[in-house]
């Protein structure tokens, strides 16, 4: 686990904020279709606060995508880079996953946000701001759809349904388990959206959500402990 530093010229306030998305947008890449499901590795990231203690947490887990076998852990704590603003929650947590998928040794592949890309407000979500300023190749896996609409699904594990801006597609939901709650798959950078979809069910073989998001989310939670503990304070 290491230390972040906020990087100096990082956005204060929701202009500066929405100014750097509206920028960083236009470097989105939507026509690789990334790496094909079950083959190299794939990356699971995500993140764990104490807002009154000023700490983020972010864990990075490299899995063996054939397998779904842990191949690498790393971890990285820091101060809560930006306020809690809705559509600019990636001002939050970028700084802070950032270090931990560069503490990495093995390659990452593939990297999966718990959160959204494309299917986002202003179609600059964590997984496209993650992608664009690491030069990785990303999807999100959301949890809900952020206010988009999609037809009725199926029941069966694979079902899905375009997730709706108006007429416009901005990802899918996606069954994973037969009569599950879906989840909210969308393109983050270098990737096709039908790719994104295919990972999740690849990553999904027994749960709602994606192994790379179960481990990563466990790995945060528990980095998170372990560093408010050694501030000498007990965890909530």
Known sequence: ????RIPADWPTTEAEARAVQDDLRTRVVLGEPGPPPGTGHVTGVDVAYDDERDVVVAAAVVLDAATLEVVEEATAVGRISFPYVPGLLAFREIPTVLAALEE??????????DGYGLAHPRRFGLASHLGVLGGYATIGVAKNPFGFTHAEIDDPRGSAAALLDGAQEV????????GVKPVYVSVGHRVGLDTAVAHTLHLAPRYRLPETTRRADSLCRRALAEALAGQGRDTP
């Open 104 to 113: 990495l040794t093995a390659e990452p592949g593939l990297v999966v946000c």
């Open 171 to 178: 990802g899918r939901a996606v069954r994973t388990q037969a």
């Open 1 to 4: 686990m290491i230390n972040v």
